[in-house]
Structures are given as structure tokens and as C-alpha cells.
């Protein structure tokens, strides 16, 4: 809906209903309008809390044995990855037909999510949004800072806990690192903590993409043993690709997993991950020659430049092609190598490859979907149901 509405640098403007501040001749101004900058608040304690190592940190976020928050891939063992999996085929069955669908929406039609998305999202937006249909959650939505109180001035911990009177689970998606963690680490201090979901935090982590990511890898590799022995090549920007660090950390829940990390050196993939590998005996390589490691592999997870984290986005190049999958790549990759792919893509893999059985990412994609509704079914307990349509 566009309507006229007050003044802005003395030009008549019009502000559509995301707020875009646009002049008469349609030029997109460079700032959304704000009243007052962001309050920024002392938390007292949250400073040690955050500097603390992550294997320390898991017990705040897990309530009687069982994960409250999800925050971190650190935070998932192998034993519930296989159980998320499960659950995930589970649901995924029922909902194709009409009885295990009703079924499905009955479970969960009490409880509210609000899906706080304040940095750009598509598929972790629409898959989390439709796992909550699926199970019967209601959800309320908020897109961007500029239509929440955010432009008076509150602070993201408040916004945040104003989440929490209305809606039972937070889903949130920011450009900051740390943002998920510090709003479960304030509402967990509150009387009324509900769940968080980190629906990506900035460069930093992206926990339930590296579950479908899993869930993909497993499914793919369904009938060549799954995921345990398998070399896995990581590809593109991984010094600030999230879904790759989050991915990495998961790999110490498989037997003989081998990892290839393939980037340009000003996109290498960041010592913290490496030494985190070290520690859990992982092996991993690290190289700039993308085509020898193509025949080596079972799988070859693609990404793209992030240049959104970039000082000087203008400068910084958007594509890098000694990092591209290309058609002719395919008679170099195994029979059964699959090429994954968190999306969105730009050139980093040829269209042209779609068409080949060995093309998982748009499979990959729909799996996020089976494996949230997963996440939001264990969250809220309300498994087993699920597992006594199977017994
Ligand atoms: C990824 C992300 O946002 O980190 N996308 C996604 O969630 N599917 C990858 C990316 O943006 O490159």
C-alpha cells in the first residue's frame, strides 16, 4: 500500500508500507527514517557470559536434559541429529497424506511463534513459517528494525522480550553475531523465558541450516552408507559463510569424516574452526585448486561470496569463477557426489547443472523445511504422537 505522508529533507515523499523512504522522483533514500538512535543498555554479566568458551555455555540453554534454546550446532550430539532425522522423515510422510496432515496440525495449535527476521531471508524465513503450519503454530512476523519500535529507540532486548508476553517461541535471524544467544541469555533471566531459535546471527552461526544440511547429506547418502567415511569439500567464502562454520562443527558427530576446504585465500576458512577440527582429530585440507578436489569427494557443498559483511561491498568482487561448479565439472565428481548449496546463488553453480540427479540443493532447500517443523515438534515435546504413528 503506498499513501502520501509528511515531509522528509523538505521533499515531498511517500512511504510504503515497509517503511522505504522514497522522493517523487523515486529515489530510494539511503537511510529508513528513525526517531532517536538505539538505546543501548548495560546487561551486567553478559559481557563474561558471551566470552565464555561455548562448551561451557550449553547447560544455560538446555532445561531437564533436554536443548531449550538452540543457539549453537556445538549444542546437537549424534544422537539427536539421527533422532531429528527420523522425526523429520516422520513428518514428512504424514503430511503427504490428508489423516497424517490433520494430525500433524493438531499437535501444536496452543502455541505462537513470532519470527523476528531483521536481515534479509527467504528460505529459512518461508521453512520456518510453514513448519509452523504444519504443526498448527500461529505466527506473527516482524521483517525489518524500521517497523518495530526499534525506530523510537528501544533496544533489541527489549523488542525482544515484548516477544515473549505475546508468543510462546522466538525465531530470529539478525546481522549481529551473538544476537540469538543474548536474547535467550536475557529472557532466560526473565519469568517468562520461551525458546529462541537462531535463525542465523550475522557471519557467525546458522545452527538449523547445519540440521538440514545433515539431514540432506544422510538422505543423499542413503544408499551408500550415510554420512560416516565421507569427504565433504566446502567451497567459496568461508572465512564469512555461517552456514559452512556452523556445517564444520557438526562433523565431529561422524566416524572418518574428511573435509576439503576450498576458498580464495582472502576467504579462508577462519582458525577458530580449524582448531576446533584439530582438537576433535578431523582431518582437513585446505587449498585454492578447486578442480583437483572435485574427483576426490562425496560431496561439494557450494557458497557464495557474502558481501554483505564486506567494509566496502562497491569494491569487494561478487564472484570469484575458479570457484564455480560448472556443467562440465559433472564428468569429474563421482556418481554418487552430491552438490549442496545453503542458497541463495548467484554464479557459483551453472543452472545448467540443475538437471542432474546429483543436484541436491533445491532437495536441500525442502528439507529445511521437514527438519524445522522436526526442531519446533522436540521443542515443545510434542514428539510423541509423531513416533506412535510409526510403532
Ligand atoms: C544462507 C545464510 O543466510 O546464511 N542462506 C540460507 O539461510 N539459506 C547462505 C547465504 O546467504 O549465502
Redesign the pocket.
Known sequence: MVFPFLTHKNKFVIVNSQTKIRSLEGKEEDKMEKYAEQTIQLYEGWEEFYAKPIDEKIEFFTLKGRLFDIIFAQQFDRQFLDYLCKLAEMIRIMGKTKMGHEKLRHLLPHKRAMLYFVQP?T??YLSFQNACYILGLSVSEIRGTATSSEVKGESPEDTIRTFASYVDLIIA?HSEAGFAEKTSWVLNQTERPVPVLNG?SGPDQ?PT?ALLDIYTLEREFRNTGGLDGKKIAMVGDLKR???VRSLSYLMKNYKDVELYYVAPEVFKMKDDIKEFLSRQNIPYHETEDFESVMPLVDAIYM??I?NEYSEDPRTESETYPAFHFKKEHLSRIHAHCAILH???RRYEIEVAVDKDPRAAYWRQ?RN?MWIRAALIAYVFHAEQEILEEFS
Open positions: 531471508s528460505r529459512t535471524r542465523g546458522h541450516q559463510g555461517r552456514t557458497t557464495r557474502q545453503p542458497l541463495p532447500e529445511g
